[in-house]
């Protein structure tokens, strides 16, 4: 029976090394210690290691926190601009400044003066953009019609 008990005993006390584990005891952690807060990790090749995300630390409750903004509705980009689009008909001058007169009889006014009065008279395709509000047409390019 003693014999018993003192294989069992010695079966326990050899049981970590069996399997290649020692016995370990951990040192007390203090809260200070920063390195007591993270965990060990292997990984293997096949694995990429991302960073824990380190959590905030409680707000001071003699200090302010600013409220949380709420998102506003962006205005639209400045950049945004309207498609560009093609136009047929016959530049004519209309009091002092040059217009598209179009075939089915609408009129647009031109942003770019200079450049049509070449094509007054003449039937010709403009590139550009249309402001619908003022219904003036921003001249990209101004071609004859052949």
């Known amino acids: 029976m003693r014999r018993t008990i003192l294989l069992v005993g ?13 016995a370990q005891s951990q040192p007390p952690r203090s809260p200070g210690d920063s390195l007591a807060s993270q965990e060990l990790i292997a990984w293997s090749r096949m694995q990429n290691p991302r960073p824990v995300p380190e959590p905030l630390p409680p707000p001071d409750k003699g200090v302010p926190q600013p409220e949380p903004q709420q998102k506003q509705p962006l205005p639209p980009a400045a950049d945004e601009k309207a498609p560009t689009q093609t136009f047929t008909g016959k530049i004519v001058k209309d009091g002092s400044q040059y217009v598209l007169k179009s075939a089915n009889h609408i009129t647009y006014q031109l942003d770019e003066q200079s450049g049509a009065k070449q094509y007054e008279d003449k039937d010709v395709r403009i590139v550009g953009t249309l402001d619908s509000g003022s219904n003036t047409i921003q001249v990209t390019k101004i071609e004859l019609l052949s």
């Open 10 to 22: 010695l079966m326990l006390g050899l049981t970590p090394f069996l399997f290649g584990q020692e």
